[in-house]
């Protein structure tokens, strides 16, 4: 069975700081594992993903994040938050890699102060 | 390429009623889901469709909840009766295939429910 712990259900930056989202995972087999953006009255969309392969993962708008196997974390960082980059974030991780059955976390809400 | 297509976007009805969710994949996406997204918590995998075949429903309440998607396109979620607990928003996502790892989801806006 899998399961996702974010740490921090609201975290507040100023623009123009670093952004660090905590992702902890638990997982029976090797995980996969992906961060999800949600913005206002909208759906996820996929910011990234770790599946095999190089452990620190680029994704879209700068974000970025590292697999730390012994640490059991994913967590997500942007080098330097902007007002866009307000919105709900989601971490997820999947056991299967035949079967994307995606189990989330909570969430952390990022707001981003002038 | 148009995205994942749902309907109502909002939806308000009293307890014990019933109440049913439309949701168009993208097109050629063999693989479709239900999430339950209940506020201050993360989306919650009620059902997947691979075509028109049930893959995992595991976690639908199958007192009160159904879902379908007889052609393998569109799906339809309903609800009846409904519960106070059902207040959520309910997304759909569809991919390509078998929806593996390297086939993202693609979300759609969601139908936010509230019960009275």
């Known amino acids: 069975a899998q399961s996702v712990t974010q740490l921090g259900s609201h975290v507040s930056v100023s623009e123009g700081a670093l952004v660090l989202l905590r992702c902890n995972y638990s997982?029976?087999?090797?995980?996969?594992l992906f961060w999800y953006v949600q913005y206002p009255n909208q759906g996820l969309q996929l910011l990234l993903k770790?599946?095999?392969?190089?452990?620190l993962v680029k994704g879209i708008n700068g974000f970025e994040a590292e697999f730390k196997k012994s640490e059991t974390s994913f967590h997500l960082t942007k080098p330097s938050a902007h007002m866009s980059d307000a919105a709900e974030y989601f971490c997820a991780v999947s056991g299967l890699q035949g079967a994307q059955k995606l189990v989330f976390g909570q969430g952390t809400r990022l707001t981003i102060n002038p | 390429e148009a995205g994942v297509a749902q309907s109502p976007r909002y939806k308000i009805i009293e307890k014990r009623q019933s109440v049913a969710f439309w949701c168009n994949p993208i097109?050629?996406?063999?693989?479709l889901y239900w999430y339950q997204q209940i506020l201050g918590q993360g989306p919650k995998l009620l059902i997947q469709?691979?075509?028109?075949?049930?893959?995992?429903d595991s976690q639908l309440p199958k007192d009160r909840f159904s879902a379908e998607r007889l052609k393998g396109v569109d799906s339809t979620l309903k609800i009846q009766p409904a519960k106070l607990e059902d207040s959520a928003v309910y997304l759909c996502a569809s991919s390509l295939g078998s929806g593996g790892v390297n086939q993202p989801q693609h979300f759609g806006d969601g139908t936010r429910l509230s019960i009275l």
């Open positions: 770790y599946t095999t392969g190089a452990t």
């Open positions: 997982s029976s087999v090797p995980p996969y």
């Open positions: 097109s050629g996406h063999a693989t």
């Open positions: 469709f691979q075509n028109n075949g049930v893959v995992d």
